[in-house]
Structure formats: C-alpha cells, structure tokens
C-alpha cells in the first residue's frame, strides 16, 4: 500500500507543502491518541470558556486547538493560522508561503458520547501584497486552496485530502504510525437515495427547503417516486465521509434562529474544505445561491448554508430554491 508522502511526491507536490501537510498530520495523530484514550486522557467535558462565536469549549476543542497551533507556528512554511478556537489570526514564519485555516475538533457534541469527530483543514497560498498576519491574507475564495482534507477519528483514524488532482483517503497505520492509502480517487455517484439532515430545525428553514425535505420523506408515495433514507451524526467530518464513501446529499440550511447569524457552518475552515473534497471526487457544493468555492471571504469566522454530495440531488434541491 502506497503511503501518504509517496502519493504526494509523485503528485508533484511541492516540498514546503508537503512540509505544511505533515505537520498537520503529525498533530493530527497526536490527537487521535488522546482520543483513544479518553476519559484516561482527560479529554472529556466542557470547559467554562467560550470561543469568540459564543460556543462553549470542550477541553478535546482547547488540546486540539493548541496542539495544532504549537506545531503549525512552529513549521517554517507557515505564514499564519486562522481557527475556529482563536479570535484572530495568529502570525507565524514572515518568510512562510502558507496559510492553514482549521476546525480543531469538529463535532463537539459528540466527544463525550464516544461518537465521530473530527480535524478540518484548508491551506492557502500567503499573499506576497497584504501585511504578514493580516486577516485580510485569508479572503481568498475557496477554489484558491492548495489544499483541504479533514481527519475523522473514528473506529480507525481516517484523512481525506486534496491537492487538486482527485480525493483520496488514506487510514491511519497506528502499529507504523503512518497513512496508508485505502481508497484512491474517489468519485462520487450523481443520485443517491441517502440525505443528511438536522430536521429539528425544519420549522426555521426556508419554505423552498421544507418542501423538498418533505418530498424526500415522501419517498415512493410522493413527486420523487423513490425511497429516501435519513442519517445524521451531528458531525460535519462524519457526514460528509459518509458522502463521499457511499455518495448522498449533505445540507446544512440557512435559518432564521438567529438573524445575525443566519447559518451555521464556517465557512473558511468547514464549508471550503468539504466543497474542495467533494468537489474534487466529482460531487457539487453550493450555498443555496452560488459555489461555495465562489464565495469572497469577508470575515474569518463567517458563517453559510451548506449543500453538497451527489451532483444531481444538489441540483435537485437547488432547483426548490429557485421556484
Ligand atoms: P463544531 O463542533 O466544530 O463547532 O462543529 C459542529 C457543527 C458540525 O460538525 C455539524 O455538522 C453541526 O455542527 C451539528 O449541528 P447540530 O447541533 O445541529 O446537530
Ligand atoms: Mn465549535
Ligand atoms: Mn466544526
Ligand atoms: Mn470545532
């Protein structure tokens, strides 16, 4: 089985990236060991924090958080980071020709049920015309990524990623400590008869996406005259692995809970990085009006409506949106 570095290198893939993606990966195998562990390792529980979008911090959201932050700074290819857990940006090498936005630990809500979670990542190229460290370096659109993935702990310790060319998932070889390749170029099917969903929140959507949710539920009885299954992990990295193993739709809606915050997912370190995934294994991500990819940053911590996976069920749904 070919290892992560090795399909790297023979992507052609540049050195200092490669450099960037293996400390990612290092953290990241540092935080599935803490995982494992668990209660042993006293990640369990809620801190009295709150990060700067008002959500209160598990300690697994702080360790992951600070144990990406100390390797990354300390990765001479890398000019600055942006997370979930920081208010702003942190600056690191002046000379370092990479950005990496990320979500510490996604799917906090499960960590004390033993359920899915996650690390999601995005890297950037730094811009050599805005200041070093300036927020303003990471309103690059998506489809500017060098490259995304996301680490799902899981049963095994899996990594998605993307350089451009495909999608693969590689599983982690914890007796060698290494990413083994296990699923190369992954494309996803067009139609799917599998969606993900929160459906407590129905009665905030849209009533153009509570109609095409309802018409999935219908299933054979209604206009889709087939037979819809529902799953849902309350874990972005959970959901859209599912997705991109067996195909499916994935939606996270814009609502009307809160109107400062009309959705939930993040877009610089969630909604990029899965569209680039997905993207990139032949599925489509949109955000109800345009390509998440197409999107123009305008704050570090912005939020916006998620749909992607299969190429025509996304279609399906966005032309609901449209009627
Ligand atoms: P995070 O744990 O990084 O804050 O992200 C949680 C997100 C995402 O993982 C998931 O899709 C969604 O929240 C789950 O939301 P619900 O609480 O509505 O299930
Ligand atoms: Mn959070
Ligand atoms: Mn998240
Ligand atoms: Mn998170």
Not at 23 to 43: C, M
Not at 204 to 211: G, I, T, V
Request: aromatic residues 6%.
């Amino acid at each position: 089985m070919k290892n992560l570095f090795s399909v790297l290198r023979s992507d052609q893939v540049a050195d200092d990236l490669i450099q960037v993606i293996e400390t990612i990966v290092d953290a990241s195998k540092e935080i599935a060991f803490r995982v494992r562990q668990g209660a042993l390792a006293g990640v369990l529980g809620s801190t009295q924090d709150e990060n700067i979008q008002g959500e209160t911090q598990k300690h697994l959201d702080i360790i992951s958080n600070q144990l990406l932050k100390d390797l990354l700074l300390a990765c001479p290819a890398v000019a600055a980071i942006a997370s979930e857990e920081e208010d702003t940006v942190v600056a690191g090498t002046s000379t370092g020709k990479y950005l990496v936005a990320f979500d510490p630990l996604d799917g906090s809500s499960n960590i004390d049920i033993n359920g899915q979670i996650g690390t999601i990542f995005s890297i950037y190229r730094s811009q050599d015309l805005i200041p070093h460290g300036s927020e303003l370096q990471f309103q690059q659109t998506g489809s500017q990524q060098v490259c995304a993935g996301y680490v799902l702990y899981g049963p095994s310790t899996l990594l998605a990623i993307t350089t451009g060319k495909g999608t693969r998932c590689f599983t982690l070889d914890s007796t060698q400590g290494i990413f083994l390749l296990t699923a190369d170029l992954i494309q996803l099917a067009p139609q799917t008869q599998e969606f993900a969903i929160n459906t407590s929140n129905a009665r905030f959507w849209s009533e153009d996406m509570r109609a095409y949710i309802d018409d999935l539920v219908l299933g054979e009885t209604g206009p889709r005259q087939k037979r819809f299954n529902m799953r849902w992990n309350a874990a972005m990295v959970g959901d859209v692995h599912r997705v991109l193993t067996r195909s499916g739709i994935f939606l996270y809606p814009s609502d009307s809970r809160n109107p400062k915050q009309p959705a939930k997912l993040r877009l610089l370190y969630e909604a990029n990085p899965m569209a680039l995934l997905i993207e990139n294994a032949g599925g489509k991500a949109w955000s109800e009006s345009q390509r998440i990819l197409d999107i123009q940053p305008q704050q570090l911590h912005e939020r916006v409506a998620v749909i992607l996976g299969s190429a025509d069920e996304v279609d399906e749904c966005l032309s609901y949106l449209r009627r």
